[in-house]
């Protein structure tokens, strides 16, 4: 019986420390019924039946969160940071990056290639291509 009651109290202090946990960083406008101040001495002063009505009617329940398919986020949510792999804007800003470097160093390996393939011409002593003379 003993270790069933220091159980209770273990899980009575843990659903305290949840609830306080809950109520000292929720947003101002996410608390109802009562101030701040008044939950958390609520809590503290009854562990047990504080953190159950601090769960049940001290703060708004928070609809699940739309995925990336889902609407716009709205209110202060629009300003919370977005994900890099959730923003657009990033995205977009990567694959212009990726295809500017693949350009460059495409470009850089055509020069090389163009270069070698000159040096070996030169040192066989082939006559230059029709594209390699000059245009006049």
């Known amino acids: 019986m003993a270790r069933l009651s220091l159980l209770l109290f273990a899980v009575q202090i843990v659903l305290a420390v949840c609830a306080l946990i809950s109520c000292l960083s929720a947003d101002e406008e996410d608390i109802r019924a009562l101030p701040r101040i008044a939950w958390v001495l609520i809590i503290l002063f009854f562990p047990l039946v504080?953190?159950?009505?601090?769960f049940l009617a001290g703060?708004?329940?928070t609809p699940?969160?739309?995925g990336p398919a889902g609407?716009?986020?709205t209110g202060r949510d629009r300003h919370r940071p977005v994900a890099p792999d959730d923003d657009p804007e990033f995205l977009d800003s990567i694959a212009e990056r990726s295809r500017r470097n693949d350009e460059e160093l495409f470009r850089r390996w055509e020069e090389d290639l163009r270069r070698r393939?000159?040096?070996?011409?030169?040192?066989?002593?082939d006559p230059p291509r029709e594209e390699d003379r000059p245009e006049v």
């Open 50 to 54: 504080g953190s159950i009505a601090w």
């Open 117 to 125: 393939e000159d040096d070996l011409r030169h040192r066989e002593g």
């Open 59 to 61: 703060r708004k329940t």
């Open 64 to 66: 699940a969160r739309p």
């Open 71 to 73: 609407p716009a986020p």
